[in-house]
């Protein structure tokens, strides 16, 4: 069993900057795949961002301005947002899942989740 905590979120002007950092525990953190997913008032969960062994992916919505990374020392993902904008508004959630697939950008076929962390832009 893997639990995910998120922290980071808060309130931010647009154009500012937060970092997200999700800690993981049980499981072998290096092994999984981790993705970054938000979801709107009145939307449904999108991908955001996901680090595999292979390398790391982001929506087009927040690239050149999103950047995924993860800490193996440390059981952590972050999600550092620059030039963030009000649309960007949403709880942020981590997710996890052992090995690599290509599905990747699909809420559906991750195993864990943590609790989410909102993050409010203001204009």
């Known amino acids: 069993q893997v639990q995910l905590v998120e922290s980071g979120g808060g309130l931010v002007q647009a154009g500012g900057s937060l970092r997200l950092s999700c800690a993981a525990s049980g499981g072998t953190f290096s092994s999984y795949t981790l993705g970054w997913f938000r979801q709107a008032p009145g939307k449904e969960r999108e991908f955001v961002a996901a680090?595999?062994?292979?390398?790391?992916y982001s929506a087009d919505s927040v690239k050149d301005r999103f950047t995924i990374s993860r800490d193996n020392a440390k059981n952590t993902v972050f999600l550092q947002m620059n030039s963030l904008k009000p649309e960007d508004t949403a709880v942020y959630y981590c997710a996890a899942r052992s090995g690599y697939f290509l599905a990747y950008k699909d809420a559906i076929t991750y195993d864990y989740w943590g609790q989410g962390t909102p993050v409010t832009v203001s204009s």
């Open positions: 680090v595999s062994r292979r390398g790391e």
